[in-house]
């Protein structure tokens, strides 16, 4: 391993001690806190290992987003969504990345109804958007696994 200066990112924490998260009254130990915390999230190999993989999956996501919502007929939110998928890395499971991936390709026109309902800017509140993307879910994608985790998102009778 290379030895020399650690370049920091440019973030900084700017926080006084809250007295309700300080138990003891004693803001040395909040200042120790922030202080490990500035530490952590200021390294260059933070941004390296885990920063720079979550922007350029949130990066990925959002292209596909844009092309499934949108009124072209293309095929292109496929292969977004399947480089988004990949590009997710340990954030989902390799399986379940391939599993959506051959869903969306089988049957598109589902896949991309069911994108379009969690993803469009319409009056549906979040758990509506989610219980209606698990809705579109083909049985083999484990919906029911997932409504078992989600029991207060999706009651039974919606799915």
Request: glycine fraction near 6%.
């Amino acid at each position: 391993m290379a030895r020399g200066r650690i370049n920091r990112g440019s973030y900084a924490l700017h926080a006084e001690s809250p007295t309700a998260l300080d138990s003891d009254g004693d803001p040395a130990r909040w200042n120790v806190f922030t202080g490990d915390a500035e530490r952590v999230f200021t390294a260059a190999v933070f941004a390296e290992r885990v920063l720079n993989g979550v922007l350029y999956t949130a990066e990925a996501l959002h292209r596909a987003r844009g092309a499934v919502l949108s009124r072209s007929r293309s095929r292109t939110w496929l292969t977004l969504i399947t480089r988004a998928l990949a590009a997710a890395g340990e954030s989902l499971p390799a399986r379940m990345a391939e599993t959506v991936s051959a869903w969306c390709g089988e049957d598109r026109d589902t896949a991309r109804a069911a994108l379009k309902s969690l993803w469009a800017e319409d009056a549906l509140l979040p758990d509506d958007r989610v219980c209606g993307f698990l809705h579109a879910l083909p049985p083999r994608m484990g919906t029911a696994q997932v409504r078992s985790h989600c029991p207060e998102i999706c009651s039974s009778s919606e799915l």
